[in-house]
């Protein structure tokens, strides 16, 4: 396997539960059971993932300008396109809440910016319409 390849098993649980395992052993379980799920759903999946890459890229863009973000947590909202057919695609939007010595808007939004055009492998590969809004919040 290449560095840039990915391997990742999943295996039927029962029912609408999946447990997916990674090349490292790492598990994450996808539940779509109505009734006691163990698990996220698929597209919570999506968003955690979506919404992490984005931090990850984000969290390094500001150490990297060493202005590090002291709190930082985003909310993520997707609004699935109900009139379409099938496959109804979501439209994101995706709040940074962010705080820390010396951090802006300007260099928030930049960020936000490089980490959805240009670093973030997930809303690449999702072809995502992504948009974003950035919330400086007091110490």
């Given at each position: 396997?290449?560095?840039?390849?990915?391997?990742?098993?999943?295996?039927h649980?029962?029912?609408?539960?999946?447990?997916?395992?990674?090349?490292?052993?790492?598990?994450?379980?996808?539940?779509?059971?109505?009734?006691?799920?163990?698990?996220?759903?698929?597209?919570?999946?999506?968003?955690?993932a979506?919404?992490?890459?984005?931090?990850?890229?984000?969290?390094?863009?500001?150490?990297?300008?060493?202005?590090?973000?002291?709190?930082?947590?985003?909310?993520?909202?997707?609004?699935?396109?109900?009139?379409?057919?099938?496959?109804?695609?979501?439209?994101?939007?995706?709040?940074?809440?962010?705080s820390?010595?010396?951090?802006?808007?300007?260099?928030?939004?930049?960020?936000?910016?490089?980490?959805?055009?240009?670093?973030?492998?997930?809303?690449a590969?999702?072809?995502?319409?992504?948009d974003?809004?950035?919330?400086?919040?007091?110490?």
């Amino acid at each position: 396997m290449t560095p840039t390849e990915k391997t990742m098993t999943i295996h039927h649980a029962g029912a609408q539960r999946y447990v997916t395992r990674n090349a490292g052993g790492q598990q994450l379980i996808i539940d779509m059971t109505p009734e006691h799920p163990l698990g996220v759903g698929p597209m919570d999946a999506v968003f955690g993932a979506l919404a992490a890459c984005t931090m990850s890229d984000i969290v390094n863009i500001l150490e990297k300008r060493r202005t590090p973000a002291t709190r930082y947590r985003v909310e993520l909202t997707g609004k699935r396109d109900g009139d379409a057919s099938p496959p109804r695609y979501y439209h994101y939007l995706m709040r940074h809440y962010v705080s820390g010595p010396g951090i802006t808007q300007q260099d928030v939004e930049k960020a936000a910016h490089l980490s959805h055009e240009k670093y973030c492998t997930v809303g690449a590969s999702l072809n995502a319409a992504v948009d974003f809004e950035v919330i400086i919040e007091p110490e």
